[in-house]
């Protein structure tokens, strides 16, 4: 039984189309997140959700909406697809979130979804 | 501006042997440290912790020091097993406004040889 699940894991379109990912925690976490892996690797914040509020939001170009109907749910849609935007992103939850200490910082991953814009 | 920082994109250890992963990170606001495993085609996977207030934890094979004064912080796998092989990440998270992120440093892969 998957505890963070993402929907695709793989993503093939044109730029200029509208896509979605899903993301879904059965953890019962209070905290998620999305990240952006970038061709270089590297792993960067997007977004946090906590209990449905927006607690970050890193500069992220506001093609990209990311949307929260209960917190164990985090949908990322995106506008108007740029080549730019093919990487894999990563949905990711945690018990803590803002003002978190120590163990409850532990954030566990989805398996990713790769999307690659054409 | 990289606030974590793997040095090493990859180490290749024989098996039994030891292998030590670095990182470094330069906000001396970060109280908690943590390491994540990745194989190919999957999530990063959470190996172990340590608070900012401890100088080592260990689980198993797995310890992780950290020297606040060099803000430095290693991984050590002993012995090394041939399914350690993976993508190894660095993070840290706390300082002001702490708002549960977490830092990321780039990777070090590793491949372990039987």
């Known amino acids: 039984d998957t505890a963070v699940s993402q929907t695709p894991k793989y993503l093939v379109t044109q730029m200029g189309n509208d896509k979605s990912i899903k993301c879904e925690q059965n953890l019962g976490h209070d905290t998620m997140y999305w990240y952006k892996q970038d061709s270089k690797k590297f792993l960067k914040i997007m977004f946090s959700?906590?209990?449905?509020?927006?607690?970050i939001n890193e500069t992220v170009p506001n093609r990209f909406s990311p949307k929260s109907p209960d917190k164990a749910h985090l949908n990322l849609h995106i506008n108007s697809l740029e080549l730019g935007d093919s990487a894999v992103y990563f949905c990711?939850?945690?018990?803590?979130?803002?003002?978190?200490?120590?163990?409850?910082?532990?954030?566990?991953f989805g398996a990713g979804t790769r999307l690659s814009v054409l | 501006d990289q606030q974590v920082k793997q040095n090493s994109p990859s180490l290749r250890v024989q098996e039994g042997r030891i292998s030590i992963l670095n990182c470094d990170y330069t906000?001396?606001?970060?109280?908690?440290f943590l390491w994540y495993k990745k194989y190919p085609a999957e999530g990063p996977t959470f190996l172990i912790s340590?608070?900012?207030?401890?100088d080592k934890n260990e689980d198993g094979r797995f310890t992780v020091f950290l020297n606040k004064s060099a803000k430095h912080l290693s991984l050590h796998i002993v012995p090394s097993q041939p399914g350690d092989s993976a993508v190894y990440f660095c993070?840290?998270?706390?300082?002001?406004?702490?708002?549960?992120?977490?830092?990321f440093g780039q990777g070090t892969t590793l491949q372990v040889k039987p």
């Open positions: 993070a840290a998270s706390g300082g002001s406004g702490n708002t549960g992120k977490l830092i």
């Open positions: 340590i608070s900012s207030i401890k």
């Open positions: 906000n001396s606001m970060f109280d908690y």
């Open positions: 990711a939850s945690t018990k803590g979130g803002r003002g978190g200490i120590g163990a409850k910082n532990i954030q566990y």
């Open positions: 959700y906590n209990n449905k509020e927006l607690i």
